[in-house]
């Protein structure tokens, strides 16, 4: 019998010994695989390093890094040319279509509902009227105390926001996102935006090129990155020059002057941060305004709609300056024009912070596609006033990664539809949040994410001291 079992026996020990042998090998190619990735680690700045799982989709713990663009940081750290940051930036074949995108998201989160968004438009006004109304009852405009100037500035800044929900509502009306109908569509959204001074056809136009061409470094609409070569004459300033006289911190404070407080007039009547190319593909050689029947920007057939636009603001001009003339000049002023520039501000924060992050890459024509674009956004929580400004406006930042890959769906479903986008896209690497707070998140692109190297190929926002030539 003991005989009869020596080969059962022989033939276990064998196994255990192959089993042992195998564990052991793998122990050994974890430990010098875990050595590598050490001192690759070493050798990569935490700017450029890749996260090796599906964290990197959360842009918050990239958010926290206080340092990692001031320039004694940056001599001491050496990059990897070319290398990807984000999920994104992979050949496009490797992405969702927008198709399989649609089909994770319910279809009742794209149909539109007349009474709800009429419901939100009243819900608007009557704040606006509400804010308008107790502000002139109660505050002076003559012979003003300390309290009657702090009055006008808290007003300025809850009528800015409720200005900047009906300047959403007007935008969702451009899109097609207000109701089924575009007769009210256009209707409603040409009396809101131009009540804020907004040509509302040529908008429409920009911000529709804006989501077709999200992220592409030529034909990108607004927010779209100086180059290195850019900076050394933009709007007539060496900005290269400016930094060193600034430094740091006060270049990032014109950064964030010049967006939020000029930014949107001189991209009106300059096309700044817009296209590289005019319609049709054609180089500039003018001017692309928003307000000129003739302008680059548009094409020929879309003159009438220009021009009307431009009545339109022009109409709203001429009935502040009547108002002023009844009521007076100074209580007109302060009861539109500071709340007008506080809505100008957040419009122009939404597309810029939704857009621009150290990590999120732009794209040249040899690396572009609508999906790669699309889903460059970021969502952001904008929970500060206790999430009165989010509310106030529709949640258009905290759904912004939606609002781009469908752009025409109502915003009154935005926040459903989200969490199904999301489910959908965080698994896979592709969906960008970053939760810093709002005024951290301004001040740090500000102060990092100055423009790009050039306009192909796949581009990360630099800091400008990275960008600037070398001197021979």
């Given at each position: 019998?003991?005989?009869?079992r ?18 052991a ?15 690759k ?24 890094r ?22 994104l ?7 969702p279509?927008?198709?399989e ?8 989160c ?29 505050l ?8 009657d ?50 040509p ?6 920009s ?43 006060g270049f ?7 967006h ?25 050689t003018?001017v692309m ?5 003739s302008?680059?920007?548009f ?11 431009t ?12 108002a ?11 009861l ?5 520039l ?8 939404y ?16 690396e572009?596609s ?13 929970t ?65 994410c ?23």
């Open positions: 019998g003991t005989l009869a020596r080969p059962a026996l022989l033939a276990h020990l064998i196994r255990e010994r192959r089993r042992v042998a195998c564990t090998r793998k122990l050994l190619l974890r430990s010098l695989s875990s050595n590598h990735m050490c001192a680690e070493e050798a990569l700045s935490h700017d450029d390093r890749l996260s090796r799982d599906s964290s990197h989709l959360n842009l918050s713990s990239l958010g926290k206080s340092r990692s663009n001031s320039p004694s940081s940056r001599s001491e750290k050496t990059t990897v040319p070319g290398a990807a940051r984000c999920g930036d992979v050949p496009a074949e490797q992405l279509t927008k198709h995108i649609r089909q994770a998201i319910p279809r009742h794209f149909e539109h509902h007349l009474p709800t968004a009429l419901s939100l438009l009243l819900r608007d006004l009557v704040i606006v009227f509400c804010f308008g109304y107790a502000a002139n009852a109660t002076r405009t003559e012979e003003m105390r300390l309290v100037w702090l009055g006008w500035g808290v007003y300025a800044f809850f009528q800015g926001s409720a200005f900047t929900g009906l300047w959403v509502l007007a935008h969702e009306c451009g899109h097609g996102g207000f109701s089924a109908s575009k007769l009210i569509n256009d209707a409603v959204g040409f009396v809101l935006h131009s009540s804020l001074l907004v509302y056809f040529s908008w429409q136009f911000h529709a090129k804006h989501h077709a061409k999200t992220n592409h470094l030529v034909d990108g609409e607004s927010h779209n990155p100086d180059t290195a070569d850019d900076l050394s004459y933009l709007l007539g300033i060496n900005y290269y020059q400016l930094y060193d006289v600034l430094g740091d911190d990032a404070a014109f950064q964030l002057f010049a939020l407080a000029l930014g949107w007039p001189i991209y009106l009547l300059t096309n700044a941060t817009g296209g590289r190319r005019a319609f049709g593909g054609k180089p500039v003018g305004d928003h307000f000129r029947p302008s680059q920007l094409p020929p057939q879309w003159s009438r709609r220009i021009a009307a636009s009545t339109g603001v022009l109409l709203v001009l001429a009935g502040l300056v009547q002023g003339r009844i009521f007076g000049g100074a209580r007109i002023f302060f539109y024009v500071p709340a007008y506080v809505c100008n501000s957040w419009l122009v924060l597309t810029w912070l939704q857009h621009t992050h150290e990590d999120l890459a732009h794209y040249g024509d040899d572009w609508w999906v790669k674009g699309a889903l460059s956004t970021i969502d952001r929580p904008y500060e006033c206790f999430g009165f400004h989010d509310w106030m406006h529709h949640h258009i930042g905290t759904t912004h990664v939606f609002h781009h890959v469908f752009s025409a769906a109502p915003c009154y479903k935005a926040v459903e539809a989200t969490r199904h986008l999301k489910a959908f896209l965080e698994p896979r690497g592709l969906y960008n949040y970053d939760d810093r707070p709002i005024l951290q998140a301004a001040w740090e692109t500000a102060k990092r100055h423009g790009v190297a050039s306009v192909e190929g796949s581009q990360y926002l630099k800091h400008i001291s990275q960008l600037k030539p070398k001197s021979s």
